[in-house]
């Protein structure tokens, strides 16, 4: 008898198992798809002023890797042309052409993702040589300055190096001669370039960086650090300060490597600003974005491809199976009883729109206004289905009045009452009468309770965002709760409660 | 702690309620044969051609117009019990025990008036007791004179014996007892006492009131071990036989004792509960496992298997 369904139950747990492996190795889908996370919304603005033909504006565009995802990129350009120019490791933006009369506004605007631990490992970069301009006397005297160091560890030798922008040496500090001639070359280069040659000096590959720190805030101007390899990540090295910035992770590079972030060939803006501010956007929008992105078999029968708006239904629809399993669990295997077998999911599908609270206290007033009118209504000697109508139009009227009173009172959950299933309250009533008739209040109340219980866990399960977007994202999870539900279904040991009640005829040997 | 005692009850051959749904009433009774005895104007029209004795009919209401004309059918007979053909667990039945001009005196001695009992008629019609709540009839019948040998651990009403049958073998039999608690009703939910009994004697032993066991009838205060049930063995026999009338291989069936009939079968339960179980504080499952691998001549005749029970069952 238990024969064929070891099979069924096999494959329902594997068919969904390949599916999921399928979309996890080959079409990379995450493996956990909450998205933890910030959200930034990245703006930047510039007025292009008229008069000048031929204008050229470049600006550096944040670049996207797995531990920073860029969505919804947008551009304005007026009349000018634009052009993306990909320049490892940059992205610039290019504005040209020749404005109107007018003055014109060029923007950029996208949604940031961060995920610090998805943030690939960067790659080891080479050490490269002194730029061209440098002479081989400044370049002497920058190794000596550096031979201090050279005993050191990456790490400790980029402080040391770092300290030198204050005027720190350490001790015993290097002769007089040699510190006015790297105050020389200071003054030749500039305090960031000497800065850059003496890491050079000491070993330590390094970049000029331009870029934002990841604060809600607006700028008219980015921030320059200095970003020095200590063998195993670059750190970032504030050239005024000569510190070693303790956060890494809250900077975004617009260009690195010297580019300006923003540059003007010819022409003439005014008001460039750069503002950030976090956003709380849904984890959703970031799916649904990669799934738009290819042209997979399973990424065109994903239900992302569905419009918006029947989206929110399936998102929901796809955990009522869970919210049943648990009704399955709990009347099967624990012996709890509940009224009916859907009416705690269709009750967990109303607290959706009336918040968990509101929905249990609405639900246990109507059916206590209910049970006293259901008591009063059998003086009256009412056939069945006019009765059941009666209270029917009953539980409706107590919506009505909800929503009346809630609106006075300013209370968005009392008006949202009408979506609750009034017809499963209607037959929550008369059972509810009929158990505390035949059975007693405490029967009736156990019941009514049990019911209350497996609708607010089925709520928080179909409520619990990173599973509606993993049942969402792979439906073929379906399939093994389907089997699980088999299993259950042949479940014949004894009900917990059955524990108890035949413990008396316990073999106590 | 929970797995021991899960694997000392599976010791003890107790029958779960997930085990008897799966393996015996979905295994043994086909949903097809559960209208013969979900109703029960099929149940005894059946019972009548198979010489099972059932309770008299009277008269039999169809439909809400059948109602006014009541009192006509009824001629001159003052004591008769009302119930709802479809019901369960006892709900809906109303046994009148006289009748004055203008009102129904019911067994508790509660005058019910005219208006008041068609209302109730009207009810089961439409299908208030009624399983799944379908429309229904209504039936009149003779009112039971309960044998006085339960005079002593009754209190009203009428007790009945619940003998479960599995594959025409009765595997364990009790007899319930009303109480106040139960408002006179013989059904172990409401507050009856279960008594179980020893299948081959037909002597009642232990007693389960409310999920406790218990000596005494609460009310009465009499002992309810040791009474001896008359017509045992006829009684065996009739529940035996309902395998071959209804084709059901697990069933509850309820038998009554009246005065001048002798037992009468008073209905069929497809879905019969587990609290036997607790009346003869033994394991169903234990005596149901016991009926497996017996030689298929002991299913040939009613009198073979109550034969076969009465030895298999004598210890424990």
Known sequence: ?509 | MIFQIARQLREAGVLGINKRNADFIMHCNPRSLFPLVDDKVLTKKLASEHQIPTPLIYHVIESQGDIADLEGKLGSQNQFAVKPARGSGGSGIVLVMDRTSNAFITQSGEAVSREDFAHHVSDILSGIYSLGGLEDRAIVEALIHPDPIFAAVTYQGVPDVRVVVYRGIPVMAMVRLPTKASDGKANLHRGAIGAGIELHSGLTITAVHQSQVVTHHPDTGKPVSGIQIPYWDGMLLMAARTWEMTGLGYIGVDLVIDRERGPLLLELNARPGLAIQMANRSGLLKRLERTVGTPATIFSTAESRVAWAKEAFKKA
């Open chain 1, 1 to 509: 008898m238990k024969r064929p369904i070891l099979p069924l139950v096999l494959a329902l747990f594997l068919l969904p198992l390949c599916l999921l492996s399928y979309r996890i190795v080959w079409l990379k889908y995450p493996l956990l798809p909450s998205v933890p996370g910030e959200t930034w919304q990245l703006l930047i603005k510039a007025r292009v002023q008229p008069g000048v033909k031929d204008i050229r504006i470049e600006m550096g565009f944040p670049v996207e890797h797995a531990g920073r995802m860029l969505v919804e990129e947008q551009i304005t350009s007026g009349s000018l042309n634009f052009d993306l120019l990909r320049q490892e490791p940059n992205r610039i933006g290019i504005w040209s052409g020749t404005p109107y009369l007018e003055e014109e506004e060029i923007s950029y605007r996208t949604l940031i993702l961060i995920r610090p631990q998805r943030t690939p490992k960067p790659q080891s970069p080479v050490l490269e040589i002194y730029p061209a301009n440098f002479g081989k006397e400044e370049q002497a005297l920058a190794e000596h300055l550096a031979a201090r160091w050279s005993r050191q560890k990456p790490s400790p030798r980029i402080r040391a190096v770092a300290k030198t922008a204050l005027g720190e040496w350490g001790s015993p500090p290097p002769e007089d001669r040699y510190l006015r001639g790297w105050k020389i070359v200071q003054e030749k280069y500039g305090r960031l370039k000497a800065l850059l040659m003496l890491l050079r000096a000491a070993d330590l590959p390094s970049r000029v960086v331009e870029g934002l720190r990841l604060v809600e805030g607006i700028r008219t101007t980015p921030l320059t650090w200095v970003e020095v390899w200590n063998g195993n990540k670059w750190e970032i090295l504030w050239p005024g300060a000569g510190e070693i910035d303790k956060n890494p992770a809250s900077f975004l590079p617009l260009a690195t490597g010297g580019l300006p972030s923003l540059r003007v060939t010819s022409g003439e803006i005014s008001e460039a600003h750069w503002s950030l501010s976090q956003q709380i956007i849904s984890k959703w929008k970031f799916h649904f974005e990669r799934i738009q992105r290819t042209k997979r078999f399973l990424d065109r029968w994903s239900l992302f491809r569905l419009p918006p708006e029947f989206q929110k239904t399936f998102r929901i629809l796809l955990l009522v199976p869970i919210g049943v399993l648990i009704i399955s669990v709990l009347r099967n295997l624990v012996g709890f009883p509940t009224f009916g077998i859907f009416m705690p999911v269709l009750m967990a599908l109303a607290f959706r729109n009336t918040g968990l609270a509101y929905g249990l206290g609405i639900f246990a007033g109507i059916l206590l206004i209910g049970y006293i009118v259901r008591r009063g209504l059998d003086k009256l000697r009412l056939l069945l289905v006019p009765r059941m109508a009666l209270i029917l139009t009953l539980v409706i009227i107590c919506f009505t009045v909800l929503a009346l009173v809630g609106h006075k009172l300013g209370l968005r959950e009392f008006m949202a009452v009408g979506l609750l299933p009034f017809v499963i309250l209607t037959m929550v009533i008369e059972r509810f009468y009929v158990l505390v008739e035949e059975a007693g209040i405490r029967e009736g109340l156990r019941t009514a309770a049990g019911s209350a219980a497996v609708a607010v866990i089925s709520y928080q399960i179909i409520s619990w965002e990173p599973l509606q977007l993993t049942f969402f994202i792979y439906p073929e999870l379906l399939a093994p709760i389907a089997a699980v539900q088999i299993l259950l279904g042949r479940y014949t040991g004894y009900r917990l409660s059955e524990l108890f009640r035949f413990r008396t005829l316990r073999k106590t040997s």
